[in-house]
């Protein structure tokens, strides 16, 4: 990678930026996206988002999408559009500046950041293919596109895997920025 991007990089992720961007992350996760799953769900019968389980078949996810109703997939279409897509660039800006700061500020020079870089940048592309085939599901109810149905899960998994590994990875670091810090080495 060239120097002067990994120096942006570096710059960019702050500590200052890694905090503002780890609260917009709760502010839309604890704020925004539980008031529009109320507003949802207000619509139908009560049950759960698509994108807020881990695994379900095709015929759940059309069971789901029929107990909705009419307005609540037009809200859910809309909501998938706005606040999911805004909450699928917090936290890969989030995950991607947590796991920069802390590489660097451990010392942590056996990972590179372009290999860093592949996991939020990943993480991004999975779920706004997510977003996206649940979307094209809310548009074209009541036809049913089993595969897409269940890719939809199948993205899902992979989407949380990729964000556990985003997770593990910064503790490390962290961990290890500790163990400087206290003069001690793990082992």
């Not at 890694?18 to 019968?45: D, R």
């Not at 700061?101 to 779920?127: D, M, Q, V």
């Not at 199948?154 to 910064?170: E, H, Q, Y």
């Amino acid at each position: 990678m060239n120097r002067n991007i990994a120096t942006r990089v570096k710059e960019t992720a702050s500590l200052k930026n890694t905090v503002l961007l780890g609260l917009l992350f709760l502010f839309v996760a604890f704020f925004i996206l539980p008031e529009a799953t109320k507003q949802i769900l207000q619509y139908g019968e009560e049950t759960n988002l698509i994108n807020g389980k881990f695994y379900f078949s095709s015929a759940q996810i059309y069971q789901m999408l029929s107990e909705y109703g009419d307005k609540g997939r037009s809200l859910y279409l809309i909501v998938e559009l706005t606040a999911d897509l805004f909450f699928s660039i917090v936290s890969a800006l989030f995950l991607g500046t947590l796991l920069i700061w802390s590489a660097f500020r451990s010392r942590n020079h056996r990972i590179k950041i372009k290999y860093l870089l592949c996991f939020p940048i990943l993480l991004l592309l999975i779920s706004m293919l997510e977003n996206g085939v649940i979307v094209w599901l809310l548009y074209h109810y009541p036809l049913q596109y089993t595969l897409l149905a269940f890719t939809t899960s199948f993205l899902a998994l992979f989407k949380w895997a990729l964000a556990l590994s985003c997770v593990v990875l910064a503790s490390w670091n962290l961990l290890l920025l500790l163990f400087q810090k206290s003069g001690t080495t793990p082992a």
